[in-house]
């Protein structure tokens, strides 16, 4: 079992950068792909990124390449995502996913725990 907890989101301006964390309870932290999904108002769940176990490993969005940034301390059991030059699209709700596979996956159903997402709103 892991539990997600995220932190980070808010309202900035378009252009600001945000951090975003999702902090993992569990001893096991290090076996578990992670990744990051979005969902806006009247839309369908996004995936974002994902970082494999080690860390070396990550997958992005074609749309959000670039501009994002995803990042794991395992010795920390926390994922980062760092957000840069946002957009009043990237205006969602972000959450944090784990999936005990060795696959880095990109569809939301192949994770296994979720959190309960933090608010991201871009101003413009």
């Known amino acids: 079992q892991v539990q997600l907890v995220e932190s980070g989101g808010g309202l900035v301006q378009a252009g600001a950068s945000l951090r975003l964390s999702c902090a993992a309870s569990g001893r096991t932290f290090s076996s578990y792909t992670m990744g990051w999904f979005r969902q806006a108002p009247g839309k369908e769940r996004e995936f974002v990124a994902a970082?494999?176990?080690?860390?070396?490993?990550?997958t992005y969005a074609d749309s959000l390449k670039g501009r994002f940034t995803i990042s794991r301390d395992n010795a920390k059991n926390t994922i980062y995502l760092q957000m840069n030059s946002l957009k009043p699209e990237d205006t969602a709700v972000y959450y944090c996913?784990?999936?005990?596979?060795?696959?880095?996956?990109?569809?939301?159903?192949?994770?296994?725990?979720w959190g309960q997402g933090t608010q991201v709103t871009v101003s413009s």
């Open positions: 970082i494999g176990r080690s860390g070396t490993t990550r």
């Open positions: 996913a784990a999936d005990s596979s060795l696959h880095i996956g990109r569809v939301g159903d192949e994770y296994d725990y």
